[in-house]
């Protein structure tokens, strides 16, 4: 695999790893149903747990992608089986807590088998998180499957938490990974674009069964300035700025486990919550929402704007103030939103997001041209780092 400090060669995204996660396309899909139904405290808790496994799943791909040329027969036949397991997987969410637990832990447990099977010819490989994976976590997941709902919350939510912790665990053992600094973002941004497409179809799918007149029609407007607010947010300012902090940092392996495998996870379980907050608001936006339906979509943007909090202290050790006054904003609004018909909470939150976005935009515009004197000309690749600093 090399070493950190090794020259690498930019890596380009395969084809094997786009359609790969078309099956996560569905797999978000079926976690954004399964808290559909389940509003509260509980119900996040569990939608959460389920989520953790899908997501490790795709990250455990997106790593042994990354430091080994997956463009191979053989890769790409195993990174199609992975999918085959991940299909099973997402198949499960609905029923996970029910009759389809097993299904889930197996589809879990095989994918699992497999990166570590890809990954055999790597020294050490089961002393790192593609062994907890395999006889740990996996285990975990297959037995609580077997077990009433109760213990089997609690043995999955072992299982996620022994995943997450195994990059920490195994830090100084992951420091000798060559990692290929291009081609993680873009895999991650491309996650978090899944997510986003799901917000459009808890959008559209719902305004498609309902008669579109013009409240429903405003409600929409609304609904899409939000997720696309919540794109801006992140691919105008955010995503060169982490691609440039990858490339130049002392220690590449702690921003890929802290911004990437960790903020990430963050960040697309906001656009989860709003996707399915989204669903609850453009059915009827005439009617008042009930707590949780607004928690989950004031909630889930807040957590997404408080995230970039997160990355933009990890990547630069600088505070994000403009996003977090955002997110503490949204936060403050969800008791006021209660009892408010959900056209005008979609409305506000538009709102919101415009004039984050609006305001960002100057702080960036000022950042550069207060630079452009000093340097005299413009490098190449200076919009990223000056975006990162004066908005991510």
């Not at 807590?97 to 490989?125: M, T």
């Not at 890929?256 to 609850?280: D, M, N, P, T, W």
């Not at 008791?335 to 609006?358: G, H, I």
């Not at 550069?368 to 000093?374: E, F, H, T, W």
Request: neutral net charge.
């Amino acid at each position: 695999m090399g070493t950190a400090g090794e020259s690498i060669d930019e890596k380009r995204v395969t084809w094997a790893e786009l359609y790969f996660d078309l099956v996560f396309v569905f797999a978000v899909t079926q976690v954004s149903g399964l808290l559909h139904h389940h509003h509260d405290w509980g119900g996040v808790a569990r939608a959460l747990v389920v989520f953790v496994p899908v997501y490790w799943c795709w990250v455990g791909t997106t790593v042994q992608a990354n430091i080994r040329d997956v463009d191979t027969p053989r890769d790409r036949l195993g990174i199609l089986a992975v999918g085959l397991a991940g299909l099973f997987m997402a198949l499960a969410v609905p029923g996970a807590y029910e009759g389809r637990g097993v299904l889930l832990g197996a589809g879990y447990w095989a994918a699992r088998v497999l990166l570590l099977v890809l990954l055999i010819r790597v020294p050490g490989v089961w002393r790192g998180p593609y062994g907890v994976g395999v006889l740990v976590s996996g285990p975990l997941l297959f037995v609580g499957g077997l077990l009433p709902e109760g213990p089997r919350l609690v043995l999955w939510t072992l299982g996620a938490l022994c995943d997450l912790s195994g990059p920490v665990l195994f830090r100084n053992r992951l420091a000798k990974v060559a990692y290929h600094p291009s081609h993680m973002p873009e895999r991650f941004a491309l996650f978090l674009l899944v997510a986003l497409g799901e917000s459009i179809v808890g959008i559209g799918a719902t305004a498609a069964a309902v008669r579109l007149d013009a409240a429903e029609l405003a409600a929409v407007a609304a609904a899409f300035t939000i997720s696309a607010g919540l794109w801006w947010q992140y691919f105008v300012y955010a995503a060169d700025a982490m691609r440039h902090a990858v490339t130049v940092a002392d220690s590449r392996r702690d921003v890929i486990r802290r911004v990437f495998q960790y903020g990430h996870l963050a960040l697309v379980a906001g656009v989860i919550a709003v996707a399915v907050g989204f669903g609850e608001t453009v059915a009827d936006p005439r009617r008042a929402l009930g707590a949780g339906s607004v928690a989950l979509l004031y909630g889930g943007c807040g957590l997404y704007l408080l995230t970039f909090g997160y990355t933009r202290w990890m990547m630069f050790r600088a505070v994000s103030t403009t996003r977090i006054v955002a997110a503490a904003v949204v936060f403050a609004l969800v008791p006021v939103m209660v009892r408010l018909p959900a056209l005008v909470v979609l409305v506000v939150l538009a709102v919101l997001v415009v004039a984050l976005n609006a305001v960002e935009h100057v702080r960036v515009a000022r950042a550069a041209a207060a630079a452009a004197p000093a340097d005299g000309a413009e490098p190449p690749g200076a919009e990223p780092v000056g975006a990162g600093a004066a908005a991510e």
